[in-house]
Every structure is written in structure tokens, then in C-alpha cells.
């Protein structure tokens, strides 16, 4: 029987050992929990604060920090957007302006787009120069080629053209000029948006 009680007191032994070993865990995972629920309530207020503070400063002036400095920058930039889009109407007025002061003088200088109605070897309209002043004539190898207008807008040439297409001259088209050169139309084109 002795055998027997000593069993039983190492099993009890054993049985204490693993009591206090889950005691042990028991007190770790509560202190684990505790630390867990003291962090994830700190990150809630925190949180809160941060976005009643964003929310505030939407409503008032931000309490410390650069905000208020922005924000007085903020209006002074949003002022002078309201005078330059105030000044862009008239601006551009002056830009048509001079662009139909230029497209009526003989300057070659920058990008111009001229309607060509024809292209004829042995035709020659120099006779009618007067009456025709906006009638160009440029001799390329052997052909005599005329252009009508000189726009500095690519869409306001493309108006005349299909204007002078519709009047029965078929195959006119738009020629492409910078400085006075032909040259190709999308070059032009490209050159026109850029300011060239």
C-alpha cells in the first residue's frame, strides 16, 4: 500500500506543479490583457483627439502648428487666382487682337496656317494682284501655288477651308508655314501649341 500512497503523492506533486504553471500563465495572459486594453484604449483617444482636432481645425483656426501660416497663405493665393482669372478675358482679347493684327501684315515670323486653292503650271492670276490682296502666290519648281488667308489659329484656317470647300474649291487644303517655310502641317500644328 505504500507504493501506492507514494504514487499518489507524486501524482499530486505533479498535479501542483502544472496548478501553479497555469497560475503562472493565467497572471501572464490577464497582465497581457490588461497591457493590451490600456494600449488599444490610448490608440482610441488618441484617434479621437486627432480627428476632433482635424474636424475643429476645419471650423476654426488650427490651435498651434503651421496650419494658421497656410491658411493665411491659402487666401492670399486664392486672391490673386480670382484677379487672373479676372484678367484672362481681357488677355485674351488682346491675344485675338494682335494675332488679326499680325495675320494682316507681311511678317513671316512664327507659325501661320494659309488655305492653298490651287496649284497650276500655266496659269497666272499676277493681273488681278490688286484686287486680290489676300491672294498669295508662291512659285515652287515650275507651279504657280495660291493660298488664301493667313491665320495664326489652327481651327480658325480649318473653318476657312472647308468655307472656300464649300464655295466649290474641292481640293483645297491647309499649308503649314513657319517663318515663311513650308513645312509639314503637323509640324505646325505642333509648333502652334507650343507658342512657337
Known amino acids: 500500500m505504500e507504493a501506492t500512497n507514494e504514487y499518489t503523492h507524486q501524482e499530486f506533486l505533479a498535479l501542483e506543479n502544472q496548478k501553479i ?6 497572471e501572464s495572459l490577464e497582465s497581457r490583457a490588461r497591457i493590451f486594453t490600456i494600449t488599444t484604449i490610448v490608440l482610441a483617444v488618441l484617434f479621437l483627439l486627432s480627428v476632433a482636432y482635424v474636424v475643429l481645425s476645419e471650423v476654426k ?11 493665411s497663405e491659402n487666401t492670399v493665393l486664392k486672391q490673386q487666382v480670382e484677379d487672373l482669372n479676372a484678367l484672362k478675358p481681357t488677355l485674351d482679347s488682346v491675344i485675338a487682337a494682335n ?7 507681311d511678317t513671316q515670323q ?4 494659309e488655305v492653298q486653292i490651287g496649284a497650276f503650271e500655266h496659269f497666272n492670276l499676277d493681273q488681278y494682284a490688286q484686287e486680290l490682296a489676300r491672294l498669295k502666290k508662291e512659285e515652287v519648281d515650275v507651279m504657280d501655288k495660291y493660298t488664301l488667308g493667313k491665320f495664326r489659329d489652327f481651327k480658325m484656317a480649318k473653318a476657312f477651308n472647308e468655307d472656300i470647300k464649300k464655295m466649290g474649291v474641292v481640293d483645297a487644303f491647309i ?14 500644328v505642333d509648333k502652334s501649341k507650343k507658342g512657337f
Open 175 to 188: 499649308v503649314g508655314k513657319v517663318d515663311g517655310q513650308r513645312v509639314d502641317l503637323q509640324e505646325a
Open 110 to 113: 512664327g507659325v501661320f496656317f
Open 61 to 71: 483656426a488650427p490651435l498651434f502648428g503651421k496650419w494658421p501660416k497656410i491658411a
Open 21 to 26: 504553471e497555469l497560475e503562472s500563465e493565467k
Open 99 to 105: 494675332n488679326i493684327l499680325v495675320e494682316q501684315t
